[in-house]
């Protein structure tokens, strides 16, 4: 399994990174599969820089905030007018509701919406489906609308991402004995920050420590918030491997 960070930035797209994106991949019948994990505004371009579109086989979008999910618009102008003909149908996993937003996002008028180029299926809360060599498992987090953490696992490896959340018990549940944790970090303990929303640096630490993870990833850090203070707050509940994750960073588990 390898991930590459397409894009990291936190909320909406920072100077060094476009939003939310995570490509995952991992060898399938003579070939390599790849799941796109958000895709975030700004992160499409980024993503042509590692993968051309064509080889993407399926992607799961977490929730349906802007800065994980709204560059689909642009990989359904790719798949459907590209000048060698309509990419491949593929499945699009998401809360409920999002082949109809995403279309009016996009500002499709046709009852088809999206669907003839994405195959929309539904999150379901502590479910799992299998998608190339993938088992994925996801579980509803704390968030203002409903959003997903997502574990994906192969051949004895795995990784979790968390979405966006805020503090919640399932979080670490999902996580045990993961390989690697994505896991965001939007808040610093500095700061009075609002209930139901993100993670600062130490309760991702935190979870971490409780899930015995492998490698911590602290991603979704905002442009503006300090990454050193974020560091900072990590370390005091985490002692073992992390990384502030970076745009183009990749992450291999043989």
Known sequence: MKLTVIGCAGSFPGPDSPASCYLVEAPFEGRTYRLLIDLGSGALGNLQRVCD????DAIAISHLHADHCFDLSGFYVVSKYHPDGPLDRI???APAGAGDYLATAYGIQDPVGMTEQFDFRD????GTVDLGPFTVTSILVDHPVPAYAI???TEGHSLV???DTGPDEALAELATGADLFLCEASFV???ANPPNLHLTGAEAGAYATRAGVGQLLVTHIPAWTDRA?????VKTTWDGSYELVTA???YDLP
């Open 91 to 93: 499945p699009v996993l």
């Open 161 to 163: 991402y968390s979405g």
């Open 53 to 56: 579109l064509h080889d993407i």
């Open 151 to 153: 574990r994906v696992a």
């Open 123 to 126: 999150w379901q809360d502590g």
């Open 248 to 250: 183009g960073s990749t």
């Open 229 to 233: 203070e974020v560091e900072s707050d």
């Open 189 to 191: 303990e500095s700061a």
